[in-house]
């Protein structure tokens, strides 16, 4: 499983790379930094290089949010203060992390599910772009962080 594209806010993205390695390229150029913390923090796996080997511990859709993440930005060090974690009838995974620059919460889950939390964005854009990436026989998700 890999992360080969991304929607934001500024645009549409690819992603290139293989397996669980965390190298690749994201096309056209821009900021996902936000997308990767959000991505890598609220994440139970773990990432492995055995001999040039990457592996995954844990969950094959959260390695490759890690990997992506990798891609992405540095990592930055978070202390996790609590989690609730992901279980299907909820649909998705929150943990609230005190970081350098305070204390956030990241969201990660089914789209359905996480844009329903989100009060400041347009969801019906969001729902379709959600349902073209899923119609391009990708699993769209959505990450979102908020500052407390």
Known sequence: MVVTA???PEGSFAITGDGYAPRGEITPAGDLSALARAAALCNDAA???RNGIWTVEGDPMEG???AFAGKTAPGKAAHRLDAIPF???HR???VLTDLA???FIHVKGAPERVL???GDIDHDQWHGRAEAMARRGLR???CRTANL
Do not use: K, N, Q, V
């Open 64 to 66: 490759a949010l890690l």
């Open 140 to 142: 769209p998700g959505i």
């Open 92 to 94: 998705f995974m929150a």
């Open 87 to 89: 279980d299907s009838r």
């Open 47 to 49: 990432l492995h290089d």
């Open 116 to 118: 329903r939390m989100c």
């Open 6 to 8: 991304a929607d934001t």
């Open 101 to 103: 620059e305070g204390r």
